[in-house]
T-cell receptor, first 113, second 112 residues
Framework: DAGVTQSPTHLIKTRGQQVTLRCSPK?????VSWYQQALGQGPQFIFQ???????QRGNFPDRFSGHQFPNYSSELNVNALLLGDSALYLC????????????FGAGTRLSVL | DAKTTQPNSMESNEEEPVHLPCNHS???????IHWYRQLPSQGPEYVIH???SNVNNRMASLAIAEDRKSSTLILHRATLRDAAVYYC?????????????FGTGTKLQVIP
């Protein structure tokens, strides 16, 4: 049973560019959450998708957007990249209606130069 | 969002028990207490969760104070593989979409 998979594992971009990160949830999970983790910090909640809609959002600007597909996979898009967007981006999946036990992927390391 | 407070770091000797504390004085009656840990270069990993009663699983035990304003994660015999950052978070029960707040966690060092 595959767990949460994220791609790519590493990415280097320059300021002003756009990036798309991808996540496949654990089999049977229908809810996907995205987190940003700066070095030495805990993960910060970006947003959560369920039934292809954004259900909750953290304190992130509109440059951060997402999408969930009918197969429950998800994308995180970041426009107009800033140096401060350099971080580990984590995807977590869970079962909607459950006790929100989240299963995390290994993350995508984004470096903005 | 309800917040949790944890010590920044703790040390333990290998094969000794470890008690990791967490304060959550603003917890609501419908919040579950979840613990995750993050090993270097990995995403967080679920450890255990509970609502009111103490809980045990193969990884750890969770002791919840009677007033629910604090909890303690107990690793019965620390191993070198338990060296990680441990996060205590509050997660609302189903009924609302769940915005979860991680703090900075407790970095556990296990000494051989």
């Amino acid at each position: 049973d595959a767990g949460v998979t994220q791609s790519p594992t590493h990415l280097i971009k320059t300021r002003g560019q756009q990036v798309t990160l991808r996540c496949s949830p654990k089999s049977g999970h229908d809810t996907v959450s995205w987190y940003q983790q700066a070095l030495g910090q805990g993960p910060q909640f970006i947003f959560q998708y369920y039934e292809e809609e954004e259900r909750q959002r953290g304190n992130f600007p509109d440059r951060f957007s997402g999408h969930q597909f009918p197969n429950y996979s998800s994308e995180l898009n970041v426009n107009a990249l800033l140096l401060g967007d350099s971080a580990l981006y984590l995807c977590a999946s869970s079962l909607g209606g459950g006790q929100n036990i989240q299963y995390f992927g290994a993350g995508t390391r984004l470096s903005v130069l | 969002d309800a917040k949790t407070t944890q010590p920044n770091s703790m040390e333990s000797n290998e094969e000794e028990p470890v008690h990791l504390p967490c304060n959550h004085s603003t917890i609501s009656g419908t919040d579950y207490i979840h613990w995750y840990r993050q090993l270097p270069s990995q995403g967080p990993e679920y450890v255990i969760h509970g609502l009111t009663s103490n809980v045990n699983n193969r990884m750890a035990s969770l002791a919840i104070a009677e007033d629910r304003k604090s909890s303690t994660l107990i690793l019965h015999r620390a191993t070198l593989r338990d060296a990680a950052v441990y996060y205590c978070i509050l997660s609302p029960q189903w009924g609302g979409y769940q915005k979860v707040t991680f703090g900075t966690g407790t970095k556990l060092q296990v000494i051989p």
